[in-house]
């Protein structure tokens, strides 16, 4: 089963969440949540809500769970070594030496942090998290990447393990013709009478899979695996990190903060 087949398998039993998490951003942001997966270019008409409470709510919650995230100007980690792995042999000079190295290391994760756009996706996902209830982030190797609710789906097993992902991205083509000439050259000549604007971009999809303790995927694009796509990585070190607000026990997504609140925002 190819990858767009089972996005399309799985996505019916995530319109449920998408609906809702549809009706939560109209009445607090609009633009974080769309109605369907097609991109636009330029501005959307989005509705306007009769009200700001829903969007001050968001915004407030999303930057104290920010600050106390990541904290700015202080470390919200520290790195030490277990005492008891240092035997005997090792005496208090030794362990100051670590404490100094450690403290370095602190360091420059904090000024690599502060100097990439890690802060700005960990923000924008928090905000999807206190509506929708769903984001999913890949830490890639140079930089963080954010997927809202409508361009993923996720299935899990009963005690919440994530068992397969499937993400959906359009991308010019191009930015990929030379990485991929032949799939290209074989869709555009089936597709040879498609409008030259329809025939800009292409869908992406990145297939996540769990493999005993590890997880593989691959991209696929028009139905044929990318070469040189493939990645694997164990289950507690995978860079897909699929995140819920609030989990319900055998539901594959998570609830937003927003849909405890929406009479009261429908009232406003």
């Known amino acids: 089963m190819t990858a767009k087949s089972r996005y399309d398998y799985l996505s019916s039993e995530r319109t449920q969440f998408l609906d809702e998490a549809k009706k939560a951003a109209d009445l607090t942001l609009p633009y974080l949540i769309r109605g369907n997966e097609e991109s636009t270019k330029g501005m959307r008409n989005l509705p306007t809500p009769w009200q700001s409470v829903g969007a001050k709510g968001v915004v407030t919650l999303a930057s104290k769970l920010m600050l106390a995230l990541l904290p700015v100007q202080t470390s919200f980690f520290k790195l030490q070594v277990d005492e008891n792995q240092l035997g005997e042999e090792f005496g208090p000079e030794v362990k100051s030496e670590l404490d100094l190295s450690f403290a370095k290391i602190e360091r420059i994760i904090l000024e690599s942090i502060a100097a990439s756009s890690d802060r700005v996706v960990v923000h924008q996902a928090l905000q999807h998290l206190v509506v929708s209830g769903n984001a999913l982030i890949y830490m890639g190797k140079e930089a963080l990447k954010m997927y809202p609710l409508n361009r993923y789906v996720i299935e899990r097993d009963g005690d919440g393990n994530v068992l397969e992902i499937i993400t959906k991205e359009k991308i010019a083509k191009k930015l990929i013709e030379n990485q991929v000439p032949e799939i290209l050259q074989n869709y555009d000549s089936v597709v040879d009478g498609e409008e030259e604007e ?71």
């Open 198 to 268: 329809d025939n800009q971009e292409c869908d992406i999809y990145t297939h996540v899979t769990r493999d005993n303790n590890r997880y593989i995927w691959h991209q696929e694009l028009y139905d044929q695996v990318i070469p040189k796509s493939s990645g694997k990585a164990p289950v507690d070190a995978t860079p897909w990190i699929p995140l819920r607000f609030n989990s319900v026990d055998g539901e594959d997504y998570g609830r937003g903060r927003i849909g405890q609140f929406l009479g009261d925002l429908k009232s406003l």
